[in-house]
């Protein structure tokens, strides 16, 4: 199989977590030590990043640069970093496996970007089941303080910052950025529909950027090798970066793999995952979570990039790529995702709380036997309604129902047909 | 009533925060940690110690997964029934584990040590069928496992309760 560069995965150990020296020889706090410590200018930090071409890793690809520069030079003090590490999109895992692989390449990515928005304080927002994560990056925490890299006076210098890990209740909706700032106050997390944009007025009203975890970690590499450098790791001539592929469902091997932004999923399948699992065949694939739309063997061979995948009209969202044979039903799928979002809707908005819930019993229905030819209109009439919520959470929702209509019609209507699931008929499924 | 060294610590977690009702989620785990759920007697101190009102704390505790409103055995086992875990068959799992330890879904074993509940996807796909116990994750679950993970846990409480 291709060796490509390891940038974020670079320490990567089969099991333990690389250490404060070990990231330090592989080049990890230069950034830091040269930005900070030369007490360059923030905004020539925000200008690297905007060059490189980084794109938010959380789900929406938002360019990071773009966000730090929201920041308003106007704007009031104290202000907020937020690193979200929610991460509860199902198929969704790769910001765990980089916490355990390299937590000081987030912390000093954290540094950076709280520096080129002149931030004092950080939370890392963790969910319940990363209790392991938050407890090394408290323990990596306090050694990047002992050596100076965090805390008051950095390296020195006049700039202070610090981080410090918020444990989440536990709810998917708290990886929704307004929410996640609601969240981190104590207040009921439900989502606010901008503007004030957060990176005017977040937490407690002061200016606060919420970045992925992933999204963060690929700063320091930036700045220590330049913006070119960066771009040309891309596997497409568009795209930028190296990125994280976690990969689940019917192949040999599921994990998550650094590799080239833009690697085709053909190649990410059968050289990184040891293929599909004994007897599979590939069917679907959802490309980048739960709120992706299923993508079918006509895409095979897709490069996994922002750009080709909204092309085709899907989204690489996470790049968690969830993986479905020829034996699974993809109406008891959209089923199971359904029941997902139904029950972590935060309730706050109708066609969310309400909608929801509606096409999940449609496709009980059809699952169950119980369906009906006008099923289909209804759930495709749903798909759009629930356009008219607050937040992502129920447009994302409805990806997977819309694709499952577009792609998979037959599928549905032999259900609807033969009054039950074809696959349940058949073995071992 | 909330023993004394408890409530110095949740006095001096709040006053590090830059607003006490950002340690609500904190304050509550703690709680819990010492008598397994949030009691009403317990909503209403904690609610004092964060400035909130207790039904404030409700919109919280009602809310999130891994916060109790009611009893909850010593062992609370969450089984993931998202999507990669079902396509690895959760449902024998969950199966197994309610016959194995004598608790329906949602209920508590006559012994108090087990509460099985469903949760969705814990971010362990790499590892499926995965539960989490209290907040540690299991992953790559087969019956064999299963009867490994119960039986260590349940002879540890019987060595804490000898103790």
Same mark, same amino acid.
């Given at each position: 199989m291709p060796q490509y560069p390891q940038v974020l995965f670079k320490n990567r150990k089969p099991d333990r977590v690389a250490t404060l020296d070990e990231y330090r020889e592989s080049g990890g706090y230069q950034a830091l030590e040269k930005f900070v410590g030369g007490a360059v200018s923030p905004k020539e930090i925000i200008s690297l990043v905007d060059q490189s071409g980084l794109l938010g890793r959380g789900g929406a690809g938002f360019p990071c640069g773009k966000k730090w520069a929201a920041?308003?030079?106007?704007g009031a003090f104290p202000r907020y970093l937020v690193a979200n590490g929610d991460e509860m999109e199902p198929g969704t895992f790769k910001d765990r496996i980089l916490l355990h692989v390299d937590p000081h390449c987030i912390i000093e990515g954290m540094v950076l970007s709280g520096y080129s928005f002149s931030a004092s304080k950080a939370f890392f927002f963790v969910r319940p089941s990363y209790e392991s994560s938050a407890v090394i990056l408290e323990r990596e925490l306090e050694y990047a303080r002992q050596a100076g890299f965090l805390g008051n006076n950095i390296l020195g210098t006049d700039f202070s910052f610090d981080i410090v890990v918020h444990r989440s209740g536990g709810r998917y909706i708290c990886g929704e950025a307004s929410a996640l700032l609601n969240a981190i106050m104590g207040k009921r997390p439900n989502p606010v529909k901008p503007p004030p944009y957060p990176t005017e007025k977040g937490l407690w009203d002061k200016p606060t950027v919420v970045n992925n975890v992933e999204t963060l970690a690929c700063v320091p590499h930036i700045l220590r090798n330049g913006p070119e450098w960066f771009k040309g790791l891309s596997a497409t001539p568009h795209g930028a970066g190296t990125k994280l592929y976690g990969i689940s469902g019917k192949v040999n091997i599921p994990g998550a793999v650094e590799l080239p932004i833009g690697t085709r999923l053909s190649e990410i399948i059968e050289e990184y995952c040891g293929g599909m699992s004994p007897g599979s065949e590939f069917k679907a694939c959802l490309p980048g979570g739960a709120s992706t739309r299923f993508m079918t063997?006509?895409?095979?061979?897709?490069?996994?990039?922002f750009e080709d995948l909204k092309k085709i009209g899907n989204r690489l969202g996470t790049a968690a790529i969830m993986v479905f044979d020829q034996k699974t039903c993809l109406v008891g799928a959209t089923l199971n995702l359904i029941e997902f979002f139904a029950r972590e809707s %935060?309730?706050? %908005?109708t066609p969310c709380r309400e909608g929801l819930p509606y096409m999940r019993d449609l496709l009980w229905r059809i699952e169950n036997g119980?369906?009906?030819?006008?099923d289909i209109p209804n759930l495709r009439r749903l798909c759009k309604e629930v356009w008219n919520s607050y937040c992502a959470l129920a447009p994302g929702a409805a990806e997977p129902v819309i694709s499952l209509l577009d792609f998979f019609e037959d599928e549905v209507r032999q259900h609807i047909s033969e009054k039950g699931c074809p696959f349940h008929a058949k073995a071992d499924h | 009533m909330l023993p004394d060294e408890l409530k110095l610590k949740l006095e001096k977690m709040i006053s590090d925060? $830059?607003?006490?009702? $950002?340690k609500a989620i904190d304050v509550m785990f703690e709680i819990q940690e010492l008598q397994g759920w949030m009691s009403d007697e317990a909503m209403v101190e904690a609610a004092g110690l964060l400035g909130m009102t207790p039904l404030e704390l409700e919109e919280l505790a009602t809310f999130y997964?891994?916060?109790?409103?009611s009893p909850v055995g010593k062992y609370v086992i969450k089984v993931c029934d998202s999507t990669v875990c079902w396509l690895e068959g959760h449902q024998s799992i969950i199966d197994y584990i309610s016959a194995r330890a004598g608790v329906p879904m949602g209920g508590t074993s006559p012994d108090g040590l087990f509460t099985l509940l469903p949760v969705c996807c814990i971010g362990y796909c790499d590892r499926a069928p995965a539960m989490v116990i209290n907040k540690r994750v299991y992953g790559k679950l087969t019956p064999e496992k299963i009867d490994r993970i119960l039986d260590k846990l349940a002879n540890s409480a019987e060595f804490h309760e000898s103790e």
């Open positions: 920041v308003p030079e106007s063997r006509e895409h095979y061979d897709i490069p996994m990039d %935060c309730g706050w %908005c119980e369906g009906k030819e006008e | 925060a $830059e607003s006490p009702r $950002e997964d891994y916060i109790y409103r």
